[in-house]
Nanobody, 122 residues
Framework: QVQLVESGGGLVQAGGSLRLSCAASERTFSNNAMAWFRQAPGKEREFVSVISRSGGSTDYADSVKGRFTTSRDNAKNTVYLQMSSLKPEDTAAYYC???????????????WGQGTQVTVSS
């Protein structure tokens, strides 16, 4: 069982930055690809980013490419999402997810955090 806890959300002005963290309880963290998804009110959960088990490969949604960067520290069982040049449309609850395969589909991930809210004001 992998338990995930996100932190770092908050209220920020457009153009600002935030760094989200996701700490995993499982000591086999390095065996899992880690992804970030987000869900705005009334919308479906959407893919944001994914990072491979070693951290050597990453992928991003087109809407965040060039603005968001994901990284991981396997020694600390933590994955990060650095968000820059934030826009009001980035406002959503952000969730981290863990799974054995490097995928962009939410259905491929068995373990989820509780989410952290990011609100970007215009």
């Amino acid at each position: 069982q992998v338990q995930l806890v996100e932190s770092g959300g908050g209220l920020v002005q457009a153009g600002g930055s935030l760094r989200l963290s996701c700490a995993a309880s499982e000591r086999t963290f390095s065996n899992n690809a880690m992804a970030w998804f987000r869900q705005a009110p009334g919308k479906e959960r959407e893919f944001v980013s994914v990072i491979s088990r070693s951290g050597g490969s990453t992928d991003y949604a087109d809407s965040v490419k060039g603005r968001f960067t994901t990284s991981r520290d396997n020694a600390k069982n933590t994955v990060y999402l650095q968000m820059s040049s934030l826009k009001p449309e980035d406002t959503a609850a952000y969730y981290c997810a863990a799974g054995p395969l490097y995928r962009t589909s939410a259905g491929r991930y068995a373990y989820w955090g509780q989410g952290t809210q990011v609100t970007v004001s215009s």
